[in-house]
């Protein structure tokens, strides 16, 4: 693989930690790797995103707002003007919304959540869960370019450089980016955990929990001991327990985080598809059958109610 083009996500402040995944993939496929920030004002985020590779980033005003079609626009452009063979993001809410538009404007073949990969005989098989996460697929991308997205922990980041690498301000003529759709306002809850798809600890619930109450008290309150996030299966945010924003599987959010703690969690095979992937799976569960132990690396049979307070108690030393 020659050229590759990593997109990296930014909050408009920082880099977002899951592009390391994106970037760490990159590296073990080419050492042609640029990276490309789009936005505005992003001195800073380049001079961060810098450490791991040569940077491009499209500053403008009008790419002040990640408006889909304006983004792939541009992602599309860079990519041909690069003669990029392969376009790498992580596959993140953002990743989905722009990175398959550039796809389709491309033309080229695309496979999305990348959990792992080898090459065999010169050629770039890919892992992804399938159906559900019923199966693992391995996949042959033939067409080019290839667009790939791997999941947020599938890939750790490389080590940052000591001198950084270039960084290139790309021109951006707004005249010619799509008009379409006009970017209204943005809705953001800042919470004080780490995202459910970058924390590298996964604390979920099911509908073992009664309540919002419980749910922070016992999966909140042991995420919060680990510096973990809170995920929750799709039972709770059914019931308005937990918002959408927390759920995991295949209508949620896919994670691969090094420890996922499944608290009164069945198994259900739609909630396996968003975290069978990570790389240790702890379940506390009443029922001794609960097919979520026939995942887990380490399962206790107990009631959350009482085993989360000794856990809480244990890791808080008191
Ligand atoms: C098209 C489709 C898409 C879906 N997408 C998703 C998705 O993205 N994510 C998702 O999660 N689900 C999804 N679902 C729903 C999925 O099929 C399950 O219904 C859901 O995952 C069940 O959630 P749960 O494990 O919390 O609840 P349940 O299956 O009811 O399991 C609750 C578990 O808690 C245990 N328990 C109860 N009380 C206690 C206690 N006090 N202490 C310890 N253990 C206890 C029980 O033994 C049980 O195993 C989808 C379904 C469909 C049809």
Redesign the pocket.
Known sequence: MNKVLVLLEHDGTTLRPSSGSAIGFARELSDEVTALLLGEDLGAIAAEAAKYAPVLTADHESLSQNVADRWAHVITEVARSQNAELIVATSTTWAKDIVGRSAGLLGGAMASDVTDHEITDGQLRLRRPMF?GAVNATLILEGSPKIITVCPSAYNAPKPADIPFLIETLSVDASTLPSATRFESLDCKKGARPDVTEAHIVVS????FKNAEDFEKYVGGLADQLGAATG???????AGITPNSL??????KIVAPELYLA?????????L??MKNSRVIAA????PD???FEFADYGLV????K?VPRLIEELNGS
């Open positions: 559900a619930g099911g509908r073992a929750s299966s799709r039972a709770l945010v059914d759920q995991v599987g295949q209508t949620g608290l009164g969690i069945s198994g259900a095979v739609q909630h598809a968003g506390i569960n009443q029922d609960a097919p979520i107990g009631d959350v109610y085993e």
